[in-house]
């Protein structure tokens, strides 16, 4: 297998073998490679992490769901109410630590005066997180 020489032989054809010595070099040096590499990548740096006092976050508040049907009937949690149980539901919720969030939904023909009160005498209790409910799936229809 020799690729040059001194002789002159007439014979010119292309040589039709592989070497694969030097591809065989190759995968030797990167699997020594590799198994040098392995070791160092899998070592962990011990350290001793600090010690906290601190507890699991807060628990998520919870949440009302306050409702308004056409006719102005109020519901707490799906449990009809008068107004003034509700105020007082409301100024409990209030006081609770962490504070509950309020989920207003109301009926689209309700009028907007039984919601702002409601909205009012939330404020009043103090509770600060209002969310209005609402459906997205049906189209609002417009005016012509």
Same mark, same amino acid.
């Given at each position: 297998m020799?690729?040059?020489?001194?002789?002159?032989?007439g014979n010119s054809a292309p040589m039709a073998e592989i070497n694969m010595v030097p591809l065989i070099d190759v995968m030797l040096v990167l699997l020594v490679i590799f198994i040098i590499t392995a070791p160092l990548l899998t070592h962990a740096?011990?350290?001793?992490?600090? +010690?906290?006092?601190a507890g699991s976050p807060p628990p998520p508040p919870n949440k009302v769901e306050f409702s308004i049907d056409q006719a102005g009937t109020l519901y707490w949690n799906g449990e009809p109410v008068d107004k003034a149980t509700a105020v007082a +539901?409301?100024?409990e919720a209030g006081r609770q630590q962490p504070q509950p969030e309020l989920h207003l939904r109301a009926d689209r023909e309700t009028r907007y005066q039984v919601i702002a009160e409601v909205m009012a005498e939330a404020a009043k209790a103090g509770l600060a997180k209002i969310g209005f409910v609402s459906d997205p799936s049906t189209p609002v229809a417009t005016a012509p």
């Open positions: 020799a690729f040059g020489g001194f002789e002159q032989k740096v011990k350290i001793d992490l600090p +010690r906290t006092s +539901r409301m100024q």
